[in-house]
Protein backbone atom coordinates (compact mmCIF):
# COMPACT_ATOMS: atom_id res chain seq x y z
CA UNK A 1 0.00 0.00 0.00
CA UNK A 2 1.20 3.26 -1.01
CA UNK A 3 0.26 6.91 0.77
CA UNK A 4 1.33 10.15 -0.84
CA UNK A 5 0.93 13.73 -0.49
CA UNK A 6 2.92 16.67 -1.72
CA UNK A 7 2.98 20.54 -1.03
CA UNK A 8 4.98 23.12 -2.42
CA UNK A 9 7.34 25.86 0.29
CA UNK A 10 8.66 28.92 -0.36
CA UNK A 11 12.29 27.60 0.42
CA UNK A 12 14.86 26.98 -1.66
CA UNK A 13 15.73 23.00 -2.33
CA UNK A 14 18.88 23.64 -0.13
CA UNK A 15 16.89 24.96 2.84
CA UNK A 16 14.29 22.07 2.69
CA UNK A 17 17.16 19.91 2.59
CA UNK A 18 18.90 21.78 5.48
CA UNK A 19 16.07 21.06 7.56
CA UNK A 20 14.81 17.36 6.70
CA UNK A 21 18.44 16.59 6.76
CA UNK A 22 18.89 17.14 10.45
CA UNK A 23 15.80 15.26 11.57
CA UNK A 24 17.12 14.62 15.21
CA UNK A 25 16.55 18.72 15.85
CA UNK A 26 13.88 19.35 13.30
CA UNK A 27 11.41 16.04 13.12
CA UNK A 28 9.93 16.94 16.64
CA UNK A 29 9.11 20.45 15.38
CA UNK A 30 6.71 19.30 12.45
CA UNK A 31 5.87 15.15 13.06
CA UNK A 32 2.91 15.23 15.32
CA UNK A 33 3.78 11.16 16.02
CA UNK A 34 7.63 12.07 17.41
CA UNK A 35 8.28 13.84 20.52
CA UNK A 36 11.92 12.81 20.15
CA UNK A 37 14.41 11.42 17.60
CA UNK A 38 17.36 9.50 19.44
CA UNK A 39 20.31 8.67 17.16
CA UNK A 40 21.36 5.06 17.50
CA UNK A 41 24.77 5.61 15.51
CA UNK A 42 27.34 7.51 16.39
CA UNK A 43 27.82 9.19 12.25
CA UNK A 44 26.86 11.73 10.64
CA UNK A 45 23.12 11.68 8.93
CA UNK A 46 23.39 9.48 5.95
CA UNK A 47 22.88 6.14 4.57
CA UNK A 48 22.71 3.29 7.03
CA UNK A 49 22.16 6.26 10.05
CA UNK A 50 19.94 4.85 12.10
CA UNK A 51 17.79 6.20 15.18
CA UNK A 52 14.41 5.23 17.22
CA UNK A 53 11.76 7.55 17.24
CA UNK A 54 9.29 8.45 20.42
CA UNK A 55 5.95 9.41 20.53
CA UNK A 56 4.25 11.76 22.83
CA UNK A 57 2.97 8.61 24.61
CA UNK A 58 6.43 7.13 24.76
CA UNK A 59 6.28 4.27 22.11
CA UNK A 60 9.52 3.65 20.42
CA UNK A 61 10.36 2.89 16.49
CA UNK A 62 13.78 1.98 14.79
CA UNK A 63 14.54 3.46 11.69
CA UNK A 64 17.65 3.41 8.89
CA UNK A 65 18.16 5.62 6.38
CA UNK A 66 17.87 4.05 2.92
CA UNK A 67 18.44 6.94 0.72
CA UNK A 68 19.95 10.40 1.24
CA UNK A 69 20.81 12.33 -1.72
CA UNK A 70 21.42 15.78 -1.15
CA UNK A 71 18.88 18.08 -2.19
CA UNK A 72 16.89 15.24 -3.80
CA UNK A 73 15.84 12.22 -1.55
CA UNK A 74 15.96 10.95 1.93
CA UNK A 75 14.33 8.02 2.60
CA UNK A 76 13.97 5.66 5.70
CA UNK A 77 12.87 1.73 6.67
CA UNK A 78 11.32 1.19 9.77
CA UNK A 79 13.37 -1.99 11.34
CA UNK A 80 10.76 -3.14 13.01
CA UNK A 81 6.91 -2.64 13.99
CA UNK A 82 3.66 -4.87 15.58
CA UNK A 83 1.59 -3.04 13.03
CA UNK A 84 3.74 -3.35 9.36
CA UNK A 85 5.37 -5.86 7.90
CA UNK A 86 7.60 -3.25 6.43
CA UNK A 87 7.03 0.43 5.59
CA UNK A 88 9.29 2.83 4.08
CA UNK A 89 9.07 6.87 3.91
CA UNK A 90 10.62 9.18 1.28
CA UNK A 91 10.97 12.72 0.81
CA UNK A 92 11.22 13.48 -3.01
CA UNK A 93 12.93 17.89 -3.16
CA UNK A 94 11.73 18.66 -6.44
CA UNK A 95 12.08 22.68 -7.11
CA UNK A 96 9.44 24.70 -8.36
CA UNK A 97 8.61 28.19 -9.75
CA UNK A 98 7.63 29.46 -6.67
CA UNK A 99 10.27 27.81 -3.94
CA UNK A 100 10.33 23.05 -3.67
CA UNK A 101 7.62 20.55 -4.16
CA UNK A 102 8.10 17.93 -1.51
CA UNK A 103 6.54 14.76 -2.18
CA UNK A 104 6.60 12.43 0.86
CA UNK A 105 5.60 9.04 0.25
CA UNK A 106 4.99 5.81 2.90
CA UNK A 107 5.17 2.28 1.13
CA UNK A 108 3.63 0.18 3.43
CA UNK A 109 2.99 -3.72 4.04
CA UNK A 110 0.76 -4.56 6.87
CA UNK A 111 0.86 -7.30 9.18
CA UNK A 112 -3.10 -7.33 9.29
CA UNK A 113 -4.66 -6.17 5.78
CA UNK A 114 -7.90 -5.40 7.38
CA UNK A 115 -6.21 -2.60 8.52
CA UNK A 116 -5.42 -1.16 5.01
CA UNK A 117 -9.16 0.55 4.67
CA UNK A 118 -8.52 2.19 7.58
CA UNK A 119 -5.29 3.40 7.03
CA UNK A 120 -6.38 4.44 3.58
CA UNK A 121 -8.87 6.66 4.97
CA UNK A 122 -7.37 8.13 7.48
CA UNK A 123 -3.54 8.06 6.13
CA UNK A 124 -3.71 10.39 3.31
CA UNK A 125 -5.39 13.28 5.73
CA UNK A 126 -2.99 12.40 7.96
CA UNK A 127 0.23 13.13 5.73
CA UNK A 128 -1.89 16.13 4.40
CA UNK A 129 -1.86 17.40 7.99
CA UNK A 130 1.62 16.03 8.79
CA UNK A 131 3.02 18.16 4.86
CA UNK A 132 1.10 21.10 6.24
CA UNK A 133 3.03 21.72 9.84
CA UNK A 134 5.93 20.74 8.05
CA UNK A 135 5.47 23.83 6.11
CA UNK A 136 4.69 26.10 8.92
CA UNK A 137 8.17 25.11 10.60
CA UNK A 138 10.14 25.68 7.41
CA UNK A 139 8.15 29.05 7.72
CA UNK A 140 9.40 29.51 11.24
CA UNK A 141 12.47 28.37 10.79
CA UNK A 142 13.53 30.44 8.36
CA UNK A 143 12.20 33.56 9.66
Do not use: C, N
Amino acid sequence: MQLRASTVVEHSVEQVWEFLGDPVATTPLWDRSVAAVVPRTAVPVGVGWEATTVSPSGKRQDFRVTAYDPERRLSFALLASAMFKRADLTFQLTRAPSGTRIDHVLDLELRYPFLGLILRLTGRRALGIDLGLLKKALAEFYR
